[in-house]
């Protein structure tokens, strides 16, 4: 497992934008499958997108219909960081927002669910307020 750290949450408008980063621990960053989650109480966690790579070169990014369009998920491997810009953003998009990553690539399906991932970050808080 790796440490993960999440930042960059706070409180926005709606129609606002913010950036969430994860760092994480480990000389293999550039290996493993990175992906945010996010949860609500009340509500199953939600999956939220996920970039990884299949060959080791290229990159594949998968979003949840929920964020697709507005938010985008990249990564600087030389600094072991993920990033989650979030923009356009809803009330509903109110949530902790967890930072995942797993050491296996899962092949023949994007990687959109909780057990595909083995370290979990503390979580940040987005607040979206109306």
């Known amino acids: 497992q790796v440490q993960l750290v999440e930042s960059g949450g706070g409180l926005v408008q709606a129609g606002g934008s913010l950036r969430l980063s994860c760092t994480a621990s480990?000389?293999?960053?550039?290996?493993?499958?990175m992906g945010w989650f996010r949860h609500t109480p009340g509500k199953d966690r939600e999956f939220v997108a996920t970039i990884a790579s299949r060959d080791g070169t290229t990159y594949y990014t998968y979003y949840a219909d929920s964020v697709k369009g507005r938010f985008t998920i990249s990564r600087d491997n030389a600094k072991n960081t993920v990033y989650l810009q979030m923009n356009s953003l809803k009330p509903e998009d109110t949530a902790v927002y967890y930072c995942?990553?797993?050491?296996?690539?899962?092949?023949?399906?994007?990687?959109?669910?909780?057990?595909?991932?083995?370290?979990w970050g503390q979580g940040t808080q987005v607040t979206v307020s109306s």
């Open positions: 480990g000389r293999t960053f550039g290996s493993y499958a």
């Open positions: 995942v990553a797993s050491d296996t690539v899962v092949r023949g399906r994007p990687m959109t669910a909780s057990f595909d991932y083995q370290s």
